[in-house]
């Protein structure tokens, strides 16, 4: 019988709104892309208490990557100044279960 791995992680998944596209269209030609990005993963400390503490911890690393991933040059990002500002750019919904379905096959860091 096959069971998938539970992690020692907790995860946010981000989902960029209208407005971070909006900035994105600027600077890319891949607009086929971004018709069909999906959202991204972030695993995170195995338990979480409080959403807020966590999004504050995070939320500046988390718009970087997401810029980073369609705009190459760092002055044209707009890096959210407050937890407010990302919020009004993505969406985000926290979970505490992650399974590994691929136990077999050992995590590799891109």
């Known amino acids: 019988m096959f069971t998938?791995?539970?992690?020692?992680?907790s995860y946010v998944r981000i989902t960029p709104k209208e407005l971070?596209?909006?900035?994105?269209?600027?600077?890319?030609?891949e607009q086929e892309f971004l018709a069909?990005?999906?959202p991204s993963i972030y695993l995170l400390e195995e338990e979480i208490w409080d959403?807020?503490?966590i999004l504050e911890k995070?939320?500046?690393?988390?718009?970087n990557i997401e810029?980073?991933?369609?705009?190459?040059?760092?002055?044209?990002?707009?890096?959210?100044?407050?937890l407010i500002e990302f919020l009004e750019?993505?969406?985000?919904?926290?979970?505490?279960?992650?399974?590994?379905?691929?136990?077999?096959?050992p995590l590799t860091y891109l």
């Open 51 to 53: 959403n807020d503490n």
């Open 67 to 82: 810029y980073s991933n369609h705009i190459l040059d760092e002055r044209l990002m707009y890096l959210p100044k407050s």
């Open 36 to 38: 069909f990005h999906e």
């Open 20 to 29: 971070f596209w909006e900035q994105i269209r600027q600077y890319t030609d």
């Open 89 to 105: 750019l993505f969406d985000f919904e926290f979970g505490s279960t992650v399974f590994d379905m691929l136990s077999n096959k």
């Open 58 to 63: 995070y939320y500046l690393i988390i718009a």
């Open 4 to 9: 998938a791995r539970g992690l020692n992680r």
